[in-house]
C-alpha cells in the first residue's frame, strides 16, 4: 500500500474526447508525476509537477497537460484522444524531487 | 540521452529454478538504479534500488548489483516461487539530466510453473 490513489479505475473514452485522470497523493508529497504505459511496454514519462509548477516534461504533445493542487492531489488532462492514447496511466509522487516515489495502481484507458 | 534495455522476454521457469534478468543502462550522469515488479492488474512496486557503483540492492530474495564498468544491473534469485509470476521492469534516474524522472525498460514478463 503506497498511500497514492488514482481515478478512475478504468475508462472508455471516444476519439476526439477530451479525459481527465486523477491521482490523490500522500501528505507531504509535493512532487508527482505521470507516466503512461502502453500495453506490453514499459512507463513513459508525461511530465512531472513540483509545488503546483511543471518540472520536467517528457516527448508528449500539448494536448497533455496536467495540474497539482494544494492538497497533494494532481489531474493529467488529455485533449482531442486518439485510439493510440490506450493505455494504462501511473501516477507516482514523492515528497521530493530527489526522494523515494510512490506509484499509484492506476487508470486503464480505453480510446474507441 | 538516457535509455535502459532488458532482455527479451518471456521467461518461463520452474519452482525453486535460479533466475536472472539482465539490463544495460545508457546514462550521461551518474544514475540510481532501480528494478520494479507489476503484479497482473496492478500498479509498479518498488522491488530494490542501488544508488552509486558496487551498491547491491536486494529484497524479498531478490538480488542486482550496480555494475559501473559494464553499466548492467542484473536481477537474480537464487530459487524463484509461482507468487514471483510478474512483469519486472529495470529503471534509471539520473538526478544531473534529468531529475528524478525515471527512465524504464520494455518489462520482462516472468512466468514461474508449479
Known amino acids: 500500500e503506497t498511500g497514492v490513489t488514482q481515478s478512475p479505475t478504468h475508462l472508455i473514452k471516444t476519439r476526439g474526447q477530451q479525459v481527465t485522470l486523477r491521482c490523490s497523493s500522500q501528505?507531504?508529497?509535493?512532487?508527482v508525476s505521470w507516466y503512461q504505459q502502453a500495453l506490453g511496454q514499459g512507463p513513459q514519462f508525461i511530465f512531472q509537477?513540483?509545488?503546483?509548477?511543471?518540472?520536467g516534461r517528457g516527448n508528449f504533445p500539448p494536448r497533455f497537460s496536467g495540474l497539482q493542487f494544494p492538497n497533494y492531489s494532481s489531474e493529467l488532462n488529455v485533449n482531442a484522444l486518439e485510439l493510440d492514447d490506450s493505455a494504462l496511466y501511473l501516477c507516482?509522487?514523492?515528497?521530493?524531487?530527489?526522494?523515494?516515489?510512490?506509484f499509484g495502481p492506476g487508470t486503464r484507458l480505453t480510446v474507441t | 540521452g538516457n535509455s535502459v534495455t532488458q532482455m527479451e522476454g518471456p521467461v518461463t521457469l520452474s519452482e525453486e529454478a535460479f533466475l536472472t534478468i539482465n539490463c544495460t543502462y545508457t546514462?550521461?550522469?551518474?544514475?540510481?538504479l532501480f528494478w520494479y515488479v507489476q503484479y497482473p492488474g496492478e500498479g509498479l512496486q518498488l522491488l530494490l534500488k542501488?544508488?552509486?557503483?558496487?551498491d547491491k540492492g536486494s529484497n524479498k530474495g531478490f538480488e542486482a548489483t550496480y555494475r559501473k564498468e559494464t553499466t548492467s544491473f542484473h536481477l537474480e534469485k537464487g530459487s524463484v516461487q509461482v507468487s514471483d509470476s510478474a512483469v519486472y521492469f529495470c529503471?534509471?534516474?539520473?538526478?544531473?539530466?534529468?531529475?528524478?524522472?525515471?527512465?524504464f525498460g520494455e518489462g520482462t514478463q516472468l512466468t514461474v510453473n508449479p
Open positions: 507516482d509522487s514523492s515528497p521530493g524531487t530527489n526522494r523515494e516515489q510512490y
Open positions: 501528505s507531504g508529497h509535493n512532487t
Open positions: 509537477y513540483y509545488r503546483e509548477e511543471e518540472n
Open positions: 546514462a550521461t550522469g551518474y544514475p540510481s
Open positions: 542501488a544508488t552509486k557503483a558496487d
Open positions: 529503471a534509471l534516474s539520473d538526478q544531473e539530466t534529468s531529475g528524478s524522472r525515471l527512465t
